[in-house]
């Protein structure tokens, strides 16, 4: 009946011009969600699936090949695709170039306008894809550009564009693009290349001009560099190889070409000191670039990968990650790379003297003091998840070096990028190299994340430390040396040496200790050459207790406070009171009721 009257009210109702336009309203909005909720799912059904589209299939083979062969690196992603050498630093997607001004002993801090890389446009192309990678390892920033030429569906109607450029490392002045296109079509592929000293971008700021030197030709572009605050200008000259403005590629063909650039800068200068200067780097400039165009350019890469490779002989590895705030391996190797990009190796100038590289392999052999404080490998602003500009990696690269600094590292920092990598992975776990051993200080409160520090140098060896966790959880430290010259004798033992040291072997199996940990605390290991140092050791510590580390933490973290649980039981008692005050009052006190009822 209820609902019959209020259904013969509802014209009446509908007959407002308000209730209408509510309807209406109500109705339009409806409709909005039902749109914007099919469009939402659509995308998230779309957002798992595989890429669609010739290029992008190209892309997805072309970049799986990439990294079977050995990426080693960063893959496709947010990160900045950069190549440095300390001298120089290209940021690659962008195609700029940093320098370092002659002398200054710092990192490239200066950005220059000059288009550093070959850039190609595809002419009648149907759709593009790319990506980038870091090879870490190689030291070098590798591009893929698939182009779909043809109106088929498949990866070969796709022409391939590859590209590698590095900054290299042994050579500080020269800096290599390798290109290759791939045309498996039918179809002749032509792409439009714009040279960097021949780019409409320079204008006035750079002049430029074609060297011809023992049948060799090539540009050379001049340009200055304005300093912020200063009267002073950096000049920088530029030689690179001259590239046709026109790449055409014949079906089923490839075609190959590495332009290779040499760059020198001048020291802050007057600007009447202009025409000297400019031309004393000129002449080094040609003199360098012919050295190189004599070479072979396989040759040159393979001097500057190798150079990476003797870098990357130390190094972190993160095995096994517990927490949320804990870098991963992916962060921990890109700082790495980016940090060493914008550093200098002294030790590789060939002009540098035999005492200054004596002093310099001396820190980087046996570091002492360096690293005392507590571990980096939580300190986020040295191991940052993203970086998204040149300008925050030197900002990265002088708070490591200010940090290494003033914890000790003085002489690793000096080293230049060979000191660093070793202060960076020292670091990280907290080793510490003192007057007659180097110890292990970790906090024994983070030991339940698992990782490997390796190409740790001491003297002329080299030692691998990891922290491993076994089937139960509970830590364990494992070490193995790499003997580089004649076998020296090592030895090692665990927080408070209190049994006797163990020497370390070149054993494959490596050798494991147990994580102790003592009151006060004191360093988890300690490795030396000196048998007597490590046996006398134990009787300086004062220590008054040694404890497994699973006894550690659970005092550590006992559990709740005893005045907890007291509070707990005392609410718990007077609640059942309370209840049986209640229940006395109800059938026992004055007026309480009857438990039976009468029944008269």
């Given at each position: 009946m209820w609902l019959q009257q209020r259904l013969k009210g509802l014209p009446g109702l509908l007959s407002s011009s308000w209730a209408r336009r509510l309807l209406l309203l109500l109705?339009?909005?409806?409709?909005?969600?039902?749109?914007?909720?099919?469009?939402?799912?659509?995308?998230?059904?779309?957002?798992?699936?595989?890429?669609?589209?010739?290029?992008?299939?190209?892309?997805?083979?072309?970049?799986?090949?990439?990294?079977?062969?050995?990426?080693?690196?960063?893959?496709?992603?947010?990160?900045?695709?950069?190549?440095?050498?300390?001298?120089?630093?290209l940021d690659v997607a962008a195609g700029r170039l940093w320098v370092s001004a002659a002398g200054s002993g710092g990192g490239p801090a200066l950005a220059t306008e000059y288009p550093a890389l070959v850039r190609l446009r595809a002419l009648g192309g149907r759709g593009e894809a790319r990506a980038a990678l870091a090879a870490l390892r190689d030291g070098a920033v590798r591009r893929v550009r698939c182009v779909q030429t043809g109106p088929g569906a498949g990866a070969g109607d796709c022409v391939t564009v590859r590209e590698e450029v590095v900054a290299h490392r042994s050579r500080p002045h020269l800096y290599l693009q390798r290109i290759r296109i791939a045309n498996p079509t039918e179809r002749v592929a032509a792409f439009e290349a714009s040279a960097p000293a021949s780019a409409p971008s320079l204008g006035a700021r750079f002049a430029t001009?074609?060297?011809?030197?023992?049948?060799?030709?090539?540009?050379?572009?001049?340009?200055?560099?304005?300093?912020?605050?200063?009267?002073?200008?950096?000049?920088?000259?530029?030689?690179?190889?001259?590239?046709?403005?026109?790449?055409?590629?014949?079906?089923?063909?490839?075609?190959?070409?590495?332009?290779?650039?040499?760059?020198?800068?001048?020291?802050?200068?007057?600007?009447?000191?202009?025409?000297?200067?400019?031309?004393?780097?000129?002449?080094?400039?040609?003199?360098e670039m012919l050295e190189v165009m004599q070479m072979g350019v396989e040759d040159l890469f393979q001097e500057h990968q190798q150079t990476w490779s003797d870098l990357f002989i130390s190094g972190v590895e993160m095995r096994k990650i517990t927490d949320s705030h804990t870098p991963s391996s992916e962060t921990v190797n890109m700082t790495l790379y980016y940090v060493l990009s914008s550093m200098p190796a002294p030790l590789l100038d060939p002009l540098i003297s035999g005492e200054d590289r004596e002093k310099m392999e001396a820190s980087l052999n046996y570091a002492d003091h360096c690293f005392s404080g507590h571990a980096t490998m939580h300190a986020e602003n040295l191991w940052p998840a993203k970086l998204t500009s040149v300008t925050q990696i030197l900002q990265l690269s002088d708070l490591w070096k200010l940090t290494l600094q003033k914890r000790g590292c003085k002489g690793l920092v000096a080293a230049g990028v060979h000191g660093l990598m070793q202060g960076m992975v020292l670091s990280f776990g907290g080793l510490q190299f003192t007057e007659n051993h180097l110890q292990f200080q970790a906090d024994p409160d983070v030991l339940h994340n698992s990782y490997s520090l390796r190409g740790i140098h001491y003297n002329k060896d080299l030692i691998n430390l990891a922290v491993l966790l076994d089937a139960e959880g509970k830590p364990f430290l494992h070490v193995s040396v790499k003997f580089q010259d004649k076998p020296v004798r090592l030895y090692a033992c665990e927080a408070g040496c209190m049994n006797e040291p163990v020497e370390l072997t070149s054993e494959a199996r490596g050798h494991t200790f147990p994580v102790m940990v003592t009151q006060p605390i004191t360093p988890l290991l300690y490795i030396s050459t000196d048998l007597i140092h490590l046996q006398d050791l134990r009787h300086t510590l004062h220590l008054k207790a040694i404890l497994a580390h699973e006894e550690h933490m659970a005092k550590q973290y006992p559990g709740l406070p005893f005045l907890f649980w007291f509070s707990v039981a005392s609410l718990i008692t007077l609640f059942h009171l309370f209840l049986f005050k209640l229940i006395y009052n109800e059938y026992c006190g004055p007026g309480a009721k009857p438990l039976f009822r009468s029944k008269v």
């Open positions: 109705a339009l909005l409806l409709v909005a969600y039902w749109y914007l909720g099919a469009a939402r799912a659509r995308r998230g059904a779309g957002r798992g699936a595989e890429p669609r589209g010739a290029a992008a299939l190209c892309l997805q083979a072309a970049t799986g090949a990439w990294r079977a062969a050995g990426g080693g690196g960063g893959g496709p992603g947010p990160g900045l695709a950069l190549a440095g050498n300390g001298f120089l630093l001009s074609l060297e011809k030197v023992e049948e060799r030709q090539f540009l050379l572009s001049s340009g200055r560099l304005l300093l912020a605050g200063s009267p002073k200008v950096v000049l920088m000259v530029v030689a690179a190889k001259k590239l046709v403005s026109r790449v055409q590629v014949a079906p089923k063909s490839h075609f190959d070409e590495t332009v290779l650039s040499v760059v020198y800068t001048s020291e802050p200068i007057e600007v009447s000191r202009l025409e000297e200067t400019f031309s004393k780097l000129r002449e080094s400039a040609k003199k």
